[in-house]
């Protein structure tokens, strides 16, 4: 080991902010998002990461910082990777210990790029300059004013995809994305995510009433955990329509799983909870054997070096609630351009450096 990779100091703090309006989708409500932030030092470098998980996960993330990651080589990843995963054995290997191995696998992504002092994008290896973003909100709990104030702000900003929240009324669903598409114009992709609240029959039915607001993109019209039903459903969308899932993949398994049941046409991951970016690149890699586009989960600040480097990615979600968050928290947040978001190449690592004022009013 050299001592300038030794990791000699580790910390996690907690962050809830609360949201701007009440939100809704789907299946779930909520009025505050909470970020566990890894900060991670070695050879005078300083990194971050972080996960959008409960509270609890940073317990975890101490336990494995103290028994795990401190006093290694920070170019030893694989290897504290392994030892992670060892440690969560009995704990399980999803959720809450997947959240905590991913905020540390994040930081550290983050780390062995400023210690080489390069960009994370050109250390995963570059194949894309910039990548195109949709705007992501028109929760289910919006007004239809709400909706076109938001949607059309986006519109106006260059964004040409735009994402809305279905399924707490599905009586009320073919009126809200009439409501969406008038706002964007006829030019603008529209796209819809029902969090897995709908049934099959319903999701199929619905299928045709959304195309006929020229909808491409049907994301959890059944709950992602019924594979066989996401396989229905995708046989039996409008030609054009792509069906998405995986947001709540932990393991590189799960997502094998998704892709033989052929149950999506998109594949989608997080890497604030699939394992981080070396768990990304997991999925990225069984994208690129299976011919399947990919598409990031939220947190754009944390995919948008490592979607830039995996060829399968074709954009990212710009979550409204995660977006105000990381431009609220991070110097050197990017904001997109034109619709798409390009990493800053000035800055090593990911480029950002936490606004340690702007945000303790919210640590807890």
Known sequence: MTQDAKLTKGSVSVYTVPTDAPEADGTFSWDST??????????????????????????????????????????????????????????????????????????????????????????LGRVRDSIPVYGSGGFTSYTDEQLTAQFGGWAQQGFTM??????????????????????IGEASKLFVDANGAYTVAQAIQLAKVFGEEAVTWFEEPVSSDNLTGLN???????????????????????????????????????????GGISGFLDVAALCWAHNVPLSSHCGPSMHLH????????????????????????????????SGSMSPDLSRAGMGMELKERDAAAYLI
Request: overall charge positive; glycine content about 6%; hydrophobic content about 50%.
């Open 34 to 123: 909470t970020m566990v932030l890894v900060r991670l030092e070695a050879g005078g470098k300083r990194a971050l990461g972080y996960t959008y998980a409960d509270s609890s996960t940073a317990k975890l993330v101490e336990t494995l910082l103290h028994q795990v990651v401190l006093g290694q080589d920070a170019f030893a990843h694989g290897a504290i990777l392994q030892a992670m995963w060892r440690a969560v054995r009995n704990l399980g290997g999803t959720g809450v210990a997947m959240m905590a191995i991913s905020a540390i696998d994040n930081a550290l992504w983050d780390l062995r790029a400023r210690l080489l002092d390069v960009p994370l994008v050109s250390l």
């Open 162 to 183: 735009m994402k809305m929240k279905v399924g707490t009324n599905a009586a009320r669903d073919p009126h809200r994305v009439t409501t969406a598409r008038r706002a």
């Open 232 to 274: 229905q459903v995708r046989m039996h969308v409008p030609a054009g329509m792509d069906v998405a899932a995986g947001e709540y993949g932990y393991t590189a398994w799960y997502f094998r799983q998704m892709l033989d049941a052929q149950a999506v046409t998109v594949l989608q991951a997080d890497a604030t909870r699939c």
């Open 306 to 337: 490592v979607c830039c480097a995996v060829p399968r990615a074709i954009h990212m979600e710009f979550f409204h609630d995660h977006a105000r968050i990381e431009r609220m928290f991070f110097d050197g947040f990017c904001e997109p351009v």
